[in-house]
């Protein structure tokens, strides 16, 4: 998930230009397309919500002919034979029908998604990137999950953007 400095990942009317930075921070990282390339080879499977699913539409489908499961209520369809729909039990869906099929499964964006996860114990892992802005309001990306979660921090890069990337592992009582 990619957010702002003060949690949001959209601005309320769902704009994302802000995520394009023009900072510049001399002892950053930069990505090479090598390691974009070998880090989206890694994922099996895409989950993400309907907003997302539209969003990625509108933008240009980045996610390839990886199969990709949208988590929606509504009546949505796809010429894409990679997507499908799923509304039932979050559960079941991950520890019956995607665990055992793929062994990296990336959930993408959307808060609500995040929390429903959160709450049900079935993220291992959160990677979130800070750009070098405050929205002051916007779409959150923790949209008061109402647990406490304890985080094992596994790693902290800085890029040349001035964006930062965390990875936590979840650390599970």
């Not at 800070?130 to 979660?149: A, K, S």
């Not at 890069?157 to 979840?170: Q, R």
Request: some cysteine.
């Amino acid at each position: 998930m990619v957010a702002s400095l003060d949690g949001f990942i959209a601005k309320k009317n769902g704009d994302v230009s802000w995520m394009q930075s023009t900072n510049h921070f001399d002892d950053g990282v930069t990505l090479t397309e090598e390691q974009i390339a070998d880090f989206l080879n890694s994922i099996d499977c895409y989950v993400m919500g309907s907003k997302t699913y539209e969003h990625a539409l509108e933008l240009g489908w980045p996610y390839g002919d990886k199969p990709v499961i949208v988590l929606t209520h509504r009546n949505l369809s796809s010429e894409k034979e990679s997507v499908e729909f799923h509304s039932g039990d979050l559960t079941k869906l991950v520890n019956h029908q995607l665990k055992p099929t793929y062994n990296n499964i990336w959930m993408v964006g959307g808060a609500e998604i995040t929390k429903d996860f959160l709450q049900l114990q079935l993220v291992d892992e959160i990677v979130i990137s800070i750009m070098p802005v405050l929205l002051g309001d916007g779409l959150l990306f923790f949209d008061y999950i109402g647990i406490e979660q304890k985080l094992h921090l596994k790693n902290v890069t800085a890029y040349k953007d001035g964006m930062v990337e965390m990875s936590y592992e979840i650390v599970y009582d």
